[in-house]
């Protein structure tokens, strides 16, 4: 593997938690496997390990754009990831009205719902994310 990919791993496993890239990895068939280095390598291992924003500030982002896009499937996986990258609900919170502003209310009425849903069930570094088909 490459750097990136090494890299990349290791940034995966910090914000998503090791049992869920654990699962992740032993769900990857040959349909996917092309696809689910090129996410470690690019994603995780180029722009999540990039100098200049920690890994709080990208989750951040991470959490508005999914939202925004209406990408409830990975916004749930990155709702439950907050137990490791020092977001709190209340940032959680911030992101979500901001968003309802420059996005729409009903992205955001989405997100607080599946935020309420999912936070309470995340209660700290240990808890790890549950669903074993969310592969990012």
């Not at 049992?19 to 722009?47: C, K, M, N, P, S």
């Not at 100098?51 to 991470?62: F, K, Q, S």
């Not at 959490?63 to 977001?87: D, P, Q, S, W």
């Amino acid at each position: 593997m490459t750097d990136a990919f090494d890299r990349g791993m290791k940034v995966r496993r910090e914000v998503l938690g090791e049992d869920h890239v654990d699962r992740a990895e032993a769900t990857r068939t040959d349909l996917d496997r092309d696809f689910q280095e090129f996410i470690t390598r690019y994603a995780w291992g180029e722009v999540w390990s990039r100098a200049g924003l920690d890994l709080r500030e990208r989750h951040l982002i991470t959490l508005a754009v999914l939202c925004a896009l209406g990408r409830e499937h990975e916004l749930a996986m990155h709702l439950r990831a907050t137990a490791y990258t020092g977001v709190s609900r209340e940032d959680v919170s911030e992101v979500l009205q901001h968003v309802a502003v420059y996005a729409g209310l009903p992205v955001a009425n989405s997100a607080f719902r599946l935020a309420k849903e999912i936070l309470p069930a995340v209660a700290d570094a240990d808890q790890q994310p549950s669903d074993p088909e969310e592969s990012t």
